[in-house]
């Protein structure tokens, strides 16, 4: 069996300004990184600003398996198809981060015959945009630290410091560390901690920005941290914003590159779902939405973590709205919360697969629940078998909702042809419309359970004493209008992973909200879940390996 990494290299790739050709834009429209990869430039986006806007479909999926159920294949496979049946569907998505691709996940450049392309380059260093997210992040920490070192002005408490440093690896040793060590020439010691890279607001600044103005403007907001007399320090304060601005320049810029099948695809930004909104960046899906007649992007595991994220945050910082909802299920996934080991999830089980349905039906409540239109696309897998995927198919329609079974990993666009012609029959005529799930302007508590109890199913929300501390100051000092983001396990509705299937009656417990000024959103932190992940017992990176040729092995 052909790896991802070999699959593409089969394929012989188009420029990629015959790529940008399709959506009408010039080489001078772009800038270069190679033959096969470039940014949009700002001239450019400027003058497609007037562009009537396309239909836009967003991919989910249910509660999935720790290697996920195939979201970002079926997306770039969806666009494909797309374009099979006559459209100009171009795909945007988000980038992948080195911690899962040399962790557990591995990439995010989709499998199979529905990949964007190249994959090892999209994998590891790409354009660079994560590398200046994580400088940009770490020099605001440096700047902080100096301007405290320096008299202080500003009466900033270091004991109340809240911006930590970034890095793109899963390093689990660097969660929770003490930094300053060595004299009072390295500055104050402290207990400090490192989260990754995606979870950065910075990250969710720059997928959250409509322009370089509004960027500066948003890193200016970023609360830094509070003062001895317990007011808070915003980057404002501190005059750094256009210096932090000035390191995202090239990175604010979609990239451009290709699917397989020569479909235009926009890959840009990577915040993960569990800890931050899991979208791509406004920005790139604007630009594809100004050039495409379809639009297929995703949000980050399950319905409850992205698309909820989506529609409440992301929809609505960028003023466009969803189409329609491609829900992806698997038999496999359904067989994990039906009972089944995850070592045997490859084996024929009908009756596990009965058992995991309710699962799949609170997603489909969900999507109700913000009034959308949706298919679900049964993500075909080798060790499926023609009962299983009947018995999900015959569910869906019990409760509805049209479906279809797809293999665009085996097939390409050809593995999704009906589900194609479905989505556009859904949508041709269809005038979108922006829902949200509560009012920005609500008490945090209330839309903090509106989320929870809806969404997840809670029966209620518990909050620790650092929780209720965080509300006072968030209530005191403005922070209260924002929306929420909610930091929970992707592994189960509930805030437990260990509770598959559909929980009922849970506890969702708030342990700390964290306030994310500057991308304009609350990060109520629930559970276990960490802003930094750690590596599992045998990672990705055992088998990644490069050839004297400087040939890339064992990406998937």
Same mark, same amino acid.
Request: net charge negative; charged share 25%; aromatic share 6%.
């Given at each position: 069996?052909?790896?991802? !990494?070999?699959?593409?290299?089969?394929?012989?790739?188009?420029? *990629?300004?015959?790529?940008?050709?399709?959506?009408?834009?010039?080489?001078?429209? !772009?800038?270069?990184?190679?033959?096969?990869?470039?940014?949009?430039?700002?001239?450019?986006?400027?003058?497609?600003?007037?562009?009537?806007?396309?239909?836009?479909?967003?991919?989910?999926?249910?509660?999935?398996?720790?290697?996920?159920?195939?979201?970002?294949?079926?997306?770039?496979?969806?666009?494909?198809?797309? /374009?099979?049946?006559?459209?100009?569907?171009?795909?945007?998505?988000?980038?992948?981060?080195?911690?899962?691709?040399?962790?557990?996940?591995?990439?995010?450049?989709?499998?199979?015959?529905?990949?964007?392309?190249?994959?090892? +380059?999209?994998?590891?260093?790409?354009?660079?945009?994560?590398? #200046?997210?994580?400088?940009?992040?770490?020099?605001?920490?440096?700047?902080?630290? /100096?301007?405290?070192?320096?008299? /202080?002005?500003?009466?900033?408490?270091?004991?109340?410091?809240?911006?930590?440093?970034?890095?793109?690896?899963?390093?689990?040793?660097?969660?929770?560390?003490?930094?300053?060590?060595? $004299?009072?020439?390295?500055?104050?010691?402290?207990? +400090?901690?490192?989260? *990754?890279?995606?979870? &950065?607001? *910075?990250?969710?600044?720059?997928?959250?920005?409509?322009?370089? +103005?509004?960027?500066?403007?948003?890193?200016? =907001?970023?609360?830094?941290?509070?003062?001895?007399?317990?007011?808070?320090?915003?980057?404002?304060?501190?005059?750094?914003?256009?210096?932090?601005?000035?390191?995202?320049?090239?990175?604010?810029?979609?990239?451009?590159?290709?699917?397989?099948?020569?479909?235009?695809?926009?890959?840009?930004?990577?915040?993960?779902?569990?800890? @931050?909104?899991?979208?791509?960046?406004?920005?790139?899906?604007?630009?594809?939405?100004?050039? &495409?007649?379809?639009?297929?992007?995703? #949000?980050?595991?399950?319905?409850?973590?992205?698309?909820?994220?989506?529609?409440?945050?992301?929809?609505?910082?960028?003023?466009?709205?969803?189409?329609?909802?491609? %829900?992806?299920?698997?038999?496999?996934?359904?067989?994990?919360?039906?009972?089944? =080991?995850?070592?045997?999830?490859?084996?024929?089980?009908?009756?596990?697969?009965?058992?995991?349905?309710?699962?799949?039906?609170?997603?489909?409540?969900?999507?109700?629940?913000?009034?959308?239109?949706?298919?679900?696309?049964?993500?075909?897998?080798?060790?499926?078998?023609?009962?299983?995927?009947?018995?999900?198919?015959?569910?869906?329609?019990?409760? $509805?909702?049209?479906?279809?079974?797809?293999?665009?990993?085996?097939?390409?666009?050809?593995?999704?042809?009906? !589900? @194609?012609?479905?989505?556009? #029959?859904?949508?041709?005529? +269809?005038?979108?419309?922006?829902?949200?799930?509560?009012?920005?302007?609500?008490?945090?508590?209330?839309?903090?359970?509106?989320?929870?109890?809806?969404?997840?199913?809670?029966?209620?929300?518990?909050?620790?004493?650092? #929780?209720?501390?965080?509300?006072?100051?968030?209530?005191?000092?403005?922070?209260?209008?924002?929306?929420?983001?909610?930091?929970?396990?992707?592994?189960? %509705? &509930?805030? /437990?992973?260990?509770?598959?299937?559909?929980?009922?009656?849970?506890?969702?417990?708030?342990?700390?909200?964290?306030?994310?000024?500057?991308?304009?959103?609350?990060?109520?932190?629930?559970?276990?879940?960490?802003?930094?992940?750690?590596?599992?017992?045998?990672?990705?990176?055992?088998?990644?390996?490069?050839?004297?040729?400087?040939?890339?092995?064992?990406?998937?």
């Amino acid at each position: 069996m052909l790896s991802d !990494l070999d699959i593409g290299r089969q394929v012989e790739l188009k420029h *990629i300004n015959d790529i940008a050709a399709k959506l009408g834009l010039g080489p001078d429209d !772009l800038d270069h990184y190679g033959s096969y990869k470039a940014k949009v430039r700002y001239t450019a986006l400027r003058r497609i600003e007037d562009n009537p806007m396309g239909k836009l479909i967003l991919v989910s999926a249910i509660t999935p398996t720790p290697a996920g159920e195939g979201k970002t294949t079926t997306s770039i496979g969806l666009a494909q198809a797309l /374009n099979k049946v006559g459209k100009l569907a171009t795909a945007a998505i988000r980038e992948p981060s080195l911690g899962p691709v040399f962790g557990v996940k591995g990439g995010a450049a989709g499998g199979g015959w529905s990949q964007v392309l190249p994959m090892e +380059d999209i994998n590891l260093h790409f354009t660079g945009d994560f590398h #200046a997210v994580t400088a940009a992040n770490n020099t605001l920490a440096a700047l902080l630290d /100096n301007h405290i070192y320096y008299d /202080n002005e500003l009466n900033i408490d270091p004991r109340r410091l809240t911006w930590k440093r970034v890095v793109d690896v899963n390093d689990r040793m660097l969660r929770k560390i003490v930094i300053g060590l060595g $004299g009072s020439k390295q500055g104050f010691p402290r207990e +400090d901690g490192f989260d *990754i890279t995606p979870a &950065s607001e *910075i990250m969710a600044i720059l997928c959250l920005s409509n322009t370089m +103005d509004e960027l500066k403007e948003r890193i200016g =907001k970023i609360t830094v941290g509070f003062t001895h007399n317990g007011e808070p320090v915003r980057v404002s304060q501190l005059g750094y914003e256009g210096a932090i601005a000035a390191l995202l320049k090239d990175a604010l810029k979609p990239n451009l590159v290709q699917t397989i099948e020569g479909t235009p695809a926009f890959v840009h930004g990577g915040p993960f779902a569990n800890i @931050a909104q899991g979208a791509n960046s406004i920005l790139a899906t604007k630009t594809a939405l100004r050039l &495409s007649d379809y639009v297929v992007t995703e #949000a980050g595991f399950g319905f409850d973590l992205g698309a909820e994220k989506f529609f409440d945050l992301v929809c609505k910082y960028g003023q466009f709205c969803a189409n329609a909802v491609i %829900l992806v299920a698997t038999v496999r996934a359904l067989k994990m919360h039906g009972g089944s =080991k995850l070592k045997d999830i490859a084996i024929p089980n009908p009756a596990a697969v009965e058992a995991g349905l309710p699962n799949l039906a609170k997603h489909l409540e969900n999507i109700h629940k913000f009034g959308m239109k949706s298919i679900i696309a049964i993500n075909r897998f080798a060790t499926d078998t023609e009962e299983e995927l009947a018995i999900v198919k015959n569910f869906c329609l019990s409760q $509805g909702f049209d479906a279809s079974i797809v293999d665009f990993h085996a097939k390409g666009g050809e593995g999704g042809i009906e !589900l @194609a012609e479905h989505a556009v #029959a859904m949508t041709e005529k +269809d005038v979108c419309k922006l829902n949200s799930l509560y009012e920005w302007d609500s008490p945090v508590e209330d839309k903090i359970f509106r989320i929870a109890s809806e969404v997840y199913g809670a029966q209620k929300v518990d909050y620790t004493a650092d #929780a209720r501390a965080d509300l006072k100051k968030i209530n005191k000092y403005g922070y209260d209008k924002l929306p929420i983001c909610i930091a929970k396990t992707q592994k189960s %509705l &509930s805030d /437990n992973p260990e509770l598959l299937g559909r929980p009922k009656d849970f506890l969702v417990t708030v342990r700390e909200i964290l306030i994310s000024s500057g991308a304009g959103f609350l990060v109520p932190i629930t559970g276990e879940i960490m802003r930094m992940p750690g590596l599992p017992k045998h990672p990705s990176a055992e088998v990644i390996d490069v050839e004297g040729d400087g040939n890339i092995n064992g990406l998937f």
